[in-house]
Structures are given as C-alpha cells and as structure tokens.
C-alpha cells in the first residue's frame, strides 16, 4: 500500500504558474491562465505565485505595488488554489528566485533576450523607461520555474515565448554540466489563451488598460460586467459564427465557450437564431455567473489581512524548502564553494 502511495506521488507532475501584480487582474488573466489553476492541485503537485518581482519592471506607486499584491494573492485562493494542499505564495518571500536570476543570466544570450516580442512591446509602450530589469524579465521567470523543476506551466498564450526561453536556458545548463533542471513545457487553454479587448478586439484585453468599457476585471460587479458586454464591439452582419472578419463576435464566442467549458462550435449552434443584442446579454450573465463566487470568496479573505498574511508566510516557507534545493544544485554545479 505504502508502496502505491509513492508510486503515485512519484508520477504526479509539477505545476508552477505565475501572475504579476500590475494592474488589475481581468477575464483575460482568468479565461488564459487562473480559471484552470485551482483544479490543477487535484491531479498534480501544484504551485503559483504572484510576481511581485517583475512588477517593478514598469514604474509603479509603492502603495499600488502593496495593494495589487495582496489582492492577488486574495484573488489565487479565491479561483480555487488551496493553500492547505497547493503551494501559493508571493515570488519576492523566496529569495531564491532572485539569486538564480542572477546566475541564470550568464547562461541566456542577449540576442535571446532582446528578441522577445512582451520586451519589445513594452518598450514602445514605455520609451522613457527600457530598463535593464524589463530587458532580464523572461530570464526572472525562468528561473522562477526552473527552481521547482516544474514539468507544466499553464499559461495565456503571450507568455508561451518565455517559457520557449525557459527550455533553452534550461537545456544549456543541463548541457554545460549535466541534467540539473527539468524542461517544462508550456501549456494553453483551447479556448481563452487570448482573449481581446471588447472595445478593440484587435487588441489583448491588459490589466494595465484602464478602467476603459474594454476590459472585464475579475472583481467588477455584475452590473458593470453587464454594461461592458452591451457595448462590446460587434460588426454589421448579424450571423453570431466566428470568422476571420468578425474579431468581435469570435472574442465573444470565445469567451462563452470557456466560460462554460464547451467548443465554439457548440457556442455557435446556441446563438443561431439569436440576434447580437442577445447574444451579448448571454454571454455577459454567463461571465457574471462564472465570477460571481470568485467575487464573493475574494471579499471574505479580504476581510482579514492577518489571516492572509499568515498564509503567506506558510506558502513561502514551502516553497522555500524546493527552492532552495534547486539553487544549492546549482550552486554547485557551477563551482561556487559551500560551506
Ligand atoms: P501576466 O501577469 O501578464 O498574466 C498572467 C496570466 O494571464 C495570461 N493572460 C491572458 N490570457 C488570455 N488572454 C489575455 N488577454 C491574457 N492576458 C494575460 C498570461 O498569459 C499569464 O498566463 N510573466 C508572467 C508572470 C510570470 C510567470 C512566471 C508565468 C512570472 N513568472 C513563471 C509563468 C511562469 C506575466 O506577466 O503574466
């Protein structure tokens, strides 16, 4: 029996994941990456942090900085990730990420780095502030990975070209020494790995958007959820069929079917007869529905900030525990002296 026991520990895999605390967490964040986070701890040794490293990558206000942090880390538990059983915690708790940043830089290649699509991107965003951290982000997450040997990283599909980073790194340093790290392979949702702006669905709907009728924010109330929706883009045919000329209505089919967890296909056979007008009322009670318990259980770990704080403290001394055993292999392997 025991022997079953490890034999199964044995096969779970290892999931890390991460969201930074930029912002305001949207139904891009949840339908791309979160929405799937909670059930994953069922089947697999899961872990996820909120990035508050990377954060400062873009200028942000200390009090910004705190608050988007500690709603995060509220919001993980509130999707459905269990401190008890899973392992959440904040990225900058564990200094370990930002040593084996360090040493991982020396084992990624600037051509690499700066052919990054999010730091190019950034930059345009930003051209008074192309710092050398936005540049060394995807290595920071690297290591952010790499340090739980995780097997999986479920994320959106912008951030599928890090985690391709991810296995270069990963694979010289096994190369250059040997096996040290596993190579994680990134993972996406079918639907809901990019959802758009309903206001611009050319666009990623961001966090950083503003507060604009685009963007869907996973604590918006109802109400507001619904008016978003009623505004959201649409195009002049009225056939609810995704398209290639109808970016608007294929986000909104999207966003039904990964609410609801079926195929577009299937979206689309519900919406035959419907006009737009009521398809964009469905789709927004069904996003209502989807997070209103996210809502609600958000606002009562809010309610007490030394409880969360304590689970803070608990998440990271776990992942502490396997970080550390990373870096120190790392250490090693590098020829650092230990004593
Ligand atoms: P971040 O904070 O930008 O986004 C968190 C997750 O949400 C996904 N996402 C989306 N998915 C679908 N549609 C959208 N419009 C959308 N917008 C965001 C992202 O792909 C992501 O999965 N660098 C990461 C955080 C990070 C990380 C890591 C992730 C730090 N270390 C290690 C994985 C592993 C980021 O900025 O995600």
Redesign the pocket.
Known sequence: MNEQIQQNAEKRKRV???????GN??????????KYWGDMGKTCDALF?V?DL?AITVAIEPKELRENSKRLFALLIAVGIDPERDTVFM?SHVTAHAELSWLLNNYTMFGEASRMT?FKDKSKKAPDNINVGLFD??V???A??LLYQ?DI????????Q??EL?RTIANRFNNRYSPTFTVPVGK?PTY?????SLSDPTA????SEGEGDGTIFILDTPDVIMRKFKRAVTDCDTKVKAGKDKAGITNLLTIYAAVNDITIEKAESEFESSSYAEFKTRVGEATVEALRPVREKYEKLRSDDNALCELMKAGASKAAYIARKTLEKVYKKIGFVRV
Not at 192 to 196: C, E, F, T, Y
């Open positions: 890390f994941s991460a969201i930074k605390p930029t967490p949207t139904l891009g964040n949840y339908l791309g990456a979160m942090a990035a990377h990225q999010q982000y995807p920071l997450m690297a952010d990975i995780a990283v479920p994320v959106g599909e912008d951030q599928l890090h985690v991810c996406i809901g790995a990019r959802i758009h990623k709907m961001g966090k």
